[in-house]
């Protein structure tokens, strides 16, 4: 994986350049339920502006430490400017279902998610509907932390494959509609708070292209 992602930057190393923050939380109703929510901003090329506003939140429910599943709701909107620099907003909203399934390979974290996003898009006083599945995959890797992993440094790596199966026609033509990879460096402070900073590469098919971006990211998640 972090190979791919060194060959990725190098392949990609004159494309728009942007970064991303990224507040992720769950909070414990009881042994069974959790209110997951996801805060991000994104910037535009070279971080010159603010882009895109990213608010996600989701009911979950947990079968057991490593099996879960979640409906919910979320709101991306974007910022574009046309040609004389005047910004318009289009706005996307999202219901969505997934799986997800957690476990420890040693002293290592992996994490593997499903989720099946319908989406109404919203362009030029136009709405359109499309359904999307998403892939993920995602590991810690403790470095320098004690022997629980409550507490340290360690490195991440993850993949995200995105795929249009419904109505690809409404936003780029293809089933295949982008792909992040990324690698990163974080700190544990305990078992309820990570942050990370790292580097992660975006290719998303455009109707005529693709687009790919380089984004240097800071996670925070916490967990109570």
Known sequence: MATFCLIAFHTAAQTENTGWLFISHS???NQKFDVLADL????????????????????NYNFNKHHAVAVGYAFLGK??????????????????QQYLFNTDIGRTEWSLRFRLEQRLITAEKQTNFSQRARFFAAA???IVANEEFSRGLYTAVQNELFLNVINKNNVNGSVFDQNRSSISLGYRWSKKIDTEFGYLFWTQKEEEDYAKTNV????????F
Request: glycine share 2%.
């Open 40 to 59: 991000q901003f994104r910037s535009s090329d070279q971080l010159s502006d603010f882009s895109a506003l990213l608010l996600r939140t989701a009911l």
């Open 140 to 142: 810690q890797i403790p």
């Open 216 to 223: 240097w990211q800071l996670m925070i998640t916490t967990s």
């Open 27 to 29: 909070q414990k109703i």
């Open 79 to 96: 910022w574009e400017k046309d040609d004389f620099g005047l910004k318009t907003l289009n706005p996307e909203n999202r219901i969505y």
